[in-house]
């Protein structure tokens, strides 16, 4: 099950603020009740959602940092 840890990248505050927000509207768009936020900028996503989210990230690309890991299972602590 991949993982994807992303990070906004921003000159200035005022576009941090806008990238942020329109990233969170579109991530809204397409998340289910699969997908695990483990932190406000983890995701946890089932194997079979593994294509759209690569390529709502690859859609982000120029905005982003993102990094994609691979678990066998979510163990929440």
């Known amino acids: ?37 483990i932190t406000k900028s983890t995701l946890f996503v089932p194997k079979n959602l593994e294509s759209l989210f690569d390529g709502f990230f690859m859609k982000w690309k120029n905005k982003l940092v993102v990094y994609k890991i691979f678990s066998e299972e979510f163990v929440k602590f």
């Not at 941090?16 to 997908?35: A, C, G, S």
């Open 1 to 37: 099950m991949p993982i994807y840890i992303y990070d906004i990248l921003a000159p200035n505050n005022k576009s941090y603020n806008r990238i942020k927000r329109m990233f969170y509207y579109y991530l809204t768009q397409i998340q289910t009740p699969e997908v695990k936020f």
